[in-house]
């Protein structure tokens, strides 16, 4: 029989993007239009859900400070500062959050894919800097999708028959049930439109940690873990 899955979200839950993406919408805002914004600002965003796209965000406060910027300029700009020359970005800045062997050990109870609002090009670089050895397959990123999240496509796409209408993903479809491990409401909003049992990742640190675990709850999350590393103890009952 197949092994169940577990889809992971990938920026603040197999990654540490408090440095990169995070400070890159910080920076970028500041950019046009002079105004220091917190992670607490961002994350009070990313809590009304509708922002999991760091693009479509951070334009959204450039606008909302008073500043008129196409799009597409805030996003080279942003892109500038996050991927740099490739030895300078802040991209470099980010942290694989599962300590030694944690995937590892998870991985002989599960397979393993990734559902992201990533390009897949930095979703594979970051993977390959940081996990080459463990394989997510597939791995549906921001191109893969019509619709981003909260809208279900990518679940859908990657847990349930409707993916045999998309050759790319037959071939990966389970036959078993699965989670989805996200850090936003978004990505809870997502799960339960796909049906997909939710793990919610709040971190002590999140500067709006309370308010998030509440999201999390209203949401029917089948449990809320601290970060990757406490997965373990989700399913050894």
Not at 129 to 145: C, K, N, S, T
């Amino acid at each position: 029989m197949s092994q169940p899955i577990l889809v992971f979200d990938m920026d603040g839950v197999l990654v540490d993007v408090t440095e990169s993406y995070r400070e890159t919408i910080a920076r970028t805002v500041q950019h046009f239009t002079g105004v220091e914004v917190t992670r607490a600002q961002i994350q009070e965003y990313k809590n009304q859900g509708g922002w999991n796209d760091d693009w479509r965000l951070t334009h959204h406060m450039v606008s909302a400070g008073g500043v008129d910027v196409p799009f597409e300029e805030v996003k080279a700009h942003f892109q500038r500062i996050f991927r740099g020359n490739g030895t300078d970005g802040l991209m470099l800045r980010e942290k694989w959050v599962a300590r030694p062997g944690v995937l590892e050990k998870l991985n002989q109870q599960f397979r393993f894919a990734i559902f992201t609002g990533r390009p897949k090009e930095e979703a594979e670089l970051t993977l390959a800097r940081f996990a080459p050895g463990l394989v997510f397959d597939p791995l549906i990123a921001m191109e893969d999708v019509e619709h981003p999240k909260p809208a279900p496509d990518g679940l859908i796409w990657g847990q349930t028959e409707r993916s045999l209408d998309l050759p790319r993903y037959a071939a990966n479809v389970p036959s078993v049930p699965g989670f989805y491990i996200g850090d936003t409401v978004d990505d809870a909003r997502c799960a339960r439109a796909a049906r997909v049992p939710f793990i919610g990742i709040a971190a002590p640190s999140n500067p709006s940690y309370i308010d998030l675990v509440f999201l999390f709850q209203a949401e029917g999350a089948y449990a809320i873990v601290d970060d990757i590393n406490y997965l373990e103890g989700v399913f050894a009952s």
